[in-house]
């Protein structure tokens, strides 16, 4: 597939998130600086999640079940535009920039983040189906540990990782469960990372800013 042919500014098939779950909670790392290359990301216009109309409706699904059960989905990352990975690519061949290694790749080099899987040139977020996310437990206003946060680019990220505690490993499969149940698959090397199964737009990757604007077009 070329890349480049594969490429679309439409938003049409896309939703808010938050207006189809309203109680989801969003922290969108690409946006702030506090993120694995310690700047906000390109393409990040507004700390929103923007989702597939089909991602959102399995997403939902999801959030009840958890909702029953005290919990509320927190979700850091969703669609990310093109322009966004690209800026990931560019940053990659830049050996001097390693402000953020002691806190997401500690133990290793930038260039292995793309060799091992953490970092793709072409990421199923452009798709518009994918999602990073988490639970948030509400009898304790915390989020749920996982044994490692968000974007932690190491092996105890994986969610069969068994570095974590017996307790850290349950929660990653009561959501991981949870994801699946839904329709959504997960991936070998982060915890947080689905992807809709059967995502509308499977050889599609769009370019079009995150941005609840942009969509009101």
């Known amino acids: 597939m070329d890349y ?19 109680g989801v909670i969003q ?3 690409y946006y702030s600086t506090y993120n694995f290359i310690g700047d906000r990301i390109d393409g990040y216009e507004e700390p929103c999640a923007l989702l597939t109309v089909e991602a959102a409706r399995a997403l939902k699904a999801v959030s009840g079940e958890m ?9 850091f990352d969703a669609y990310r535009p093109a322009r966004a990975v690209k800026h990931f690519v560019l940053w990659g061949v830049d050996d001097l920039d390693l402000r953020m290694k002691p806190f997401f790749y500690p133990d290793l080099e930038k260039q292995e983040l793309f060799r091992q899987g953490y ?3 072409r990421s199923s977020h452009s798709r518009g189906s994918a999602v990073d996310l988490t639970l948030l437990d509400m009898s304790t206003g915390r989020e749920v540990d996982m044994g ?14 068994r570095a974590v505690t017996d307790e850290q490993y349950e929660n990653r499969m009561f959501l991981q469960n949870a994801m699946v149940r839904n329709g959504f698959e997960p991936i070998d090397c982060e915890w947080w990372h689905f992807r809709l199964k059967d995502e509308p737009y499977p050889d599609t990757y769009f370019e ?3 941005s609840s604007a942009y969509l009101k077009r």
């Open 148 to 161: 490692s946060p968000f974007d932690l680019f190491s092996e105890l990220s994986h969610p069969d990782s």
């Open 67 to 75: 909702n029953v059960q005290g919990y509320r989905l927190k979700v």
């Open 208 to 210: 079009f800013p995150v």
């Open 4 to 22: 480049k042919h594969a490429v679309t500014m439409d938003p049409s098939g896309f939703v808010l998130l938050a207006d189809y779950i309203p």
């Open 119 to 121: 970092i793709a040139s």
């Open 27 to 29: 922290e969108i790392r």
